[in-house]
């Protein structure tokens, strides 16, 4: 106890790291070797932890006293790859490091020497002059386990797992400990002997804490640092590699399957939309590590845990699920799926860049915290990791394919912001790609997007105009069949030929004429019944005034609809005041098109609503003033003139729904005053409110 007391009262420095930064991931190594290394071989009871962009190490050894017991004290963890080519062990290769460790008599390279020897004997035992087949490999490996010192196990671990007899390969250290013909561990040989001979410190202070030092090493930083120059510091490298292997890897059986799979901390499929992993890189990299920073001082133990343990989910009840591909992880980060010690993950994907040689690519930062939001894409994590998986490979068209990259890049920007619009227009877009492609999502049993819940409304920034008339549009009766074909239960995609189904690949003045005519021939033939004139949202009569002035994006309004229409219920922003009015002709086309003014039901007016779709507007107002004539109260004008383009543009705008308030305005905009009815401004600021 008396010792224990003593220990506790020797004083800790926190030396910060200039040199061990966040990124690249060479340098985020380093500082887990540093701590690693003091942690292990000087002051079990080190700490370490993330401030800012640098590391920080507490430990009972200040800054000059951390440089001297890596000059002097530090000894190497023993690094051999004998199943590589380039490793060192056959004829070809370079044997210079290995030859100078093993004659050495410095006791810091004897377990090292050793290691060397175990692989030698081994190589020569089977005459092997070259690299091991594959079959060969796992024999390997199951021999030296079995005969390696222990502190070379921790370099086994982390490079190469074995698995149903055969093995496996992290991310983190390529292929086995080679990326394309450069070996890690002779590499890492050279720079040890390097170091160790040279038993100075500029070299390794350049590398803790940045300083500009001239180096004469001829190397590589490879995959970790792709941009190094070839005059590179020695300790860079074999710092990182020492904090490697802090990364062990282990072989995990999954129920579902017999074979066995690699459990990697922190390791996950390669996705990420559009805006830095492509296709190509999806299919031929190494996968993606999320690097975790922590602001809390940390023991080497609590690392060791943390590393070991390495997991994140996504879903919530019986759809937990363990992440699995970056965009898992980023919702898991965001929804604080992941240990609350954890400020935020450095997300690194190894992809292909150059030949055989894959690059440590910096793929973005992500922030631990609550973003509500984030919750809401559980709804449809079925769905989508269905189309993600059908949307890869050959004979996918290539809309589905790019709505699926749009789609997923907006899931990962969701995971950064409160706000799933953008998520809502790409889930739209998706749809639309599959209704059509239909035969390949027919084929491959995709499905339309699942009905959200209304809580996505809430969760949606709604503020412009062409969200605010969306939103009106979405709620007309069956919205969603006229702008894709489904089944009767609205669940399943229907026939190409659904008559219901009038969208297409037109403008959005065009899609709403054939809306407005198709209702009109279904409510005279009685297949359905005619739609409600108040829907359950109402427009804003400025905004519809902004609609036929042409003062809106038709194209993202279209985009919003279909958007819209997947939330049960749809949305409700906030409608401003009607202070604009929209022109005479469509309060004229409106009253007589919904049938009924100061509530007396008019009869259908037979050719009115295709002449406006026409762009005739004397022919269309002309009908329109004939049945107010005949059946409400006399106009003084036989017609209303507009140019073409304006009056298809009021005959589309006949689709967004109004209230009764509404169209009182309107009647008062087109029919004579009379005693029961007069309209004033204070009046049109009470219909407003009832409205």
């Not at 930062?365 to 769905?383: H, K």
């Not at 009253?591 to 039901?601: A, T």
Request: glycine share 8%.
């Amino acid at each position: 106890m008396g010792d224990s007391v003593v220990e506790d009262q020797v004083p800790k420095f926190d030396v910060g790291l200039t040199g061990c930064r966040t990124e690249p991931l060479a340098s985020y190594l380093k500082a887990l070797g540093v701590l690693r290394l003091v942690a292990d071989q000087k002051d079990p009871k080190a700490c370490g932890f993330w401030q800012g962009e640098n590391f920080v190490i507490r430990s009972k050894l200040d800054r000059d006293a951390l440089i001297r017991f890596f000059v002097d004290e530090w000894w190497p963890t023993p690094v051999v790859a004998p199943w590589n080519g380039g490793s060192g062990f056959y004829p070809k290769d370079n044997r210079e490091a290995a030859d100078t460790i093993l004659e050495s008599q410095d006791p810091r390279l004897s377990s090292f020497a050793a290691s060397i020897n175990v692989g030698r004997s081994f190589v020569a035992a089977q005459g092997w002059t070259e690299r091991p087949a594959d079959a060969d490999k796992v024999l390997l490996l199951s021999t030296m386990r079995a005969k390696l010192p222990d502190d070379a196990l921790a370099w086994l671990d982390a490079a190469v797992v074995l698995g149903d007899n055969r093995l496996l390969f992290p991310p983190l250290l390529g292929t086995g400990g080679n990326d394309g013909r450069l070996d890690f561990s002779n590499n890492f040989q050279q720079r040890v002997v390097e170091v160790i001979a040279a038993r100075v410190g500029a070299s390794l202070e350049s590398s803790l804490f940045g300083d500009a030092v001239m180096s004469r090493f001829e190397g590589t930083m490879g995959q970790y640092q792709p941009a190094a120059n070839r005059k590179t510091n020695p300790w860079d490298f074999v710092l990182l590699i020492e904090g490697a292997l802090m990364f062990a890897a282990a072989a995990t059986r999954r129920f579902e399957t017999a074979s066995a799979t690699m459990a990697f901390p922190f390791h996950a499929r390669a996705a990420g939309g559009l805006s830095v992993v492509t296709d190509s890189d999806e299919g031929e990299s190494r996968d993606e590590l999320w690097l975790p920073l922590w602001s809390s001082a940390a023991t080497i133990r609590d690392v060791r845990r943390l590393f070991a343990e390495g997991r994140a989910t996504v879903g919530s009840g019986d759809q937990t699920r363990a992440a699995s591909s970056g965009l898992d992880f980023a919702r898991a980060v965001a929804s604080l799926g992941v240990d609350r010690g954890i400020r935020g993950f450095v997300r690194v994907g190894f992809h292909a860049r150059n030949g055989l040689a894959y690059f440590a690519t910096p793929l973005g930062r992500f922030a631990t915290g609550e973003v509500r939001s984030t919750r809401l894409l559980d709804d449809i994590d079925v769905w989508f990791g269905k189309l993600r998986r059908k949307s890869s490979g050959k004979g996918v068209p290539t809309g589905v394919a790019l709505a699926c990259r749009r789609l997923e890049q907006a899931m990962f920007d969701a995971v950064r912001i409160d706000d799933l619009g953008p998520v809502l227009l790409e889930l739209g877009d998706a749809e639309l790609a599959l209704a059509h492609s239909l035969s390949f999502a027919t084929k491959v049993f995709l499905d339309p997007v699942p009905l959200l819940p209304a809580t996505w409304a809430d969760a949606t920034d709604v503020g412009r105009i062409e969200q605010r008339l969306a939103a009106a549009l979405a709620t007309r009766p069956g919205m969603r069949s006229r702008l894709i074909p489904l089944d009767r239960s609205g669940r399943n995609f229907g026939r190409r030929d659904e008559p219901g189904q009038v969208f297409t690949e037109g403008s959005l003045v065009e899609n709403l004429h054939a809306l407005m005519l198709r209702e009109d021939v279904e409510s005279q033939q009685q297949e359905r019944p005619a739609p409600k004139a108040v829907a359950t949202r109402r427009c804003s009569l400025t905004d519809v005034a902004h609609f036929i002035d042409g003062n809106v994006d038709d194209f993202l309004l279209g985009r919003w609809l279909h958007a819209f229409t997947l939330i049960d219920g749809g949305v409700q922003p906030e409608v401003p005041y009607d202070t604009i009015r929209p022109p005479t002709s469509f309060a004229l086309l409106s009253l007589v098109h919904h049938r009924r003014v100061r509530d007396i039901k008019l009869p259908r007016t037979a050719g009115m609503l295709a002449l406006a779709c026409a762009g005739d507007s004397v022919g269309a107002t002309t009908l329109g003033i004939r049945r107010l004539n005949a059946n409400a109260s006399p106009l003084p004008v036989a017609a209303f003139v507009e140019p073409t383009s304006r009056m298809r543009r009021v005959a589309a705008a006949l689709a967004f729904p109004l209230s009764s308030g509404q169209r009182r305005i309107l009647e008062s905009m087109v029919l004579p005053l009379s005693d029961e009815v007069a309209v004033d401004t204070t009046t049109l600021e009470t219909l407003q409110e009832q409205a």
